[in-house]
């Protein structure tokens, strides 16, 4: 394969490395989001625990306030258990991002190596021509040097 189809080929697979680079981290930053809204969730269910303590201390008891806060309880649970769903989704997504990044860097470091051992290829065969030029040239002034002796 020619220096430039790798050369062009390696510049494609650079772009789709990068790619998947910037895929993964849209992951990784939606996990981090999810993760933030669950840390909400469970500060806001602290407070409600709190609320409900006070609702509940002795003395005259707000029936409806109380119902309304368990209900407002079972939305948060509600709210936590959909973001655990979305969260375990996002993970799944970020590690199969993150395995198309590895192969993704796997095939441009392939292609790499094959670039260098074509370079490696190149100067081998640059200076073999330039030891037989060399050759030939001492050859023939060894040639004329017999020529002029006789």
């Known amino acids: 394969m020619s220096r430039f189809r790798l050369a062009a080929l390696l510049r494609l697979r650079l772009a789709e490395r990068d790619q998947r680079r910037l895929d993964l981290a849209k992951a990784l930053r939606a996990v981090q989001i999810l993760q933030q809204q669950q840390a ?20 005259p008891t707000d029936l409806d306030a109380v119902l309304a806060m368990y209900r407002y309880a079972a939305v948060l649970r509600g ?39 074509q370079a490696q290829a190149e100067r081998c065969q640059a200076l073999r021509r330039e030891a037989q030029r060399l050759d030939e040239a001492a ?12």
């Open 79 to 117: 709210r936590l258990q959909q973001l655990a769903s979305q969260l375990a989704e996002v993970q799944r997504e970020a590690q199969r991002r993150r395995t198309a990044l590895v192969e993704a860097d796997r095939q441009v470091r392939v292609l790499e190596k094959l670039v260098q051992r």
């Open 139 to 150: 050859l023939a002034g060894y040639l004329r040097r017999q020529e002029v002796k006789p």
């Open 40 to 59: 909400e969730v469970v500060q806001e269910e602290a407070q409600w625990l709190a609320q409900v303590r006070d609702l509940l201390a002795p003395g």
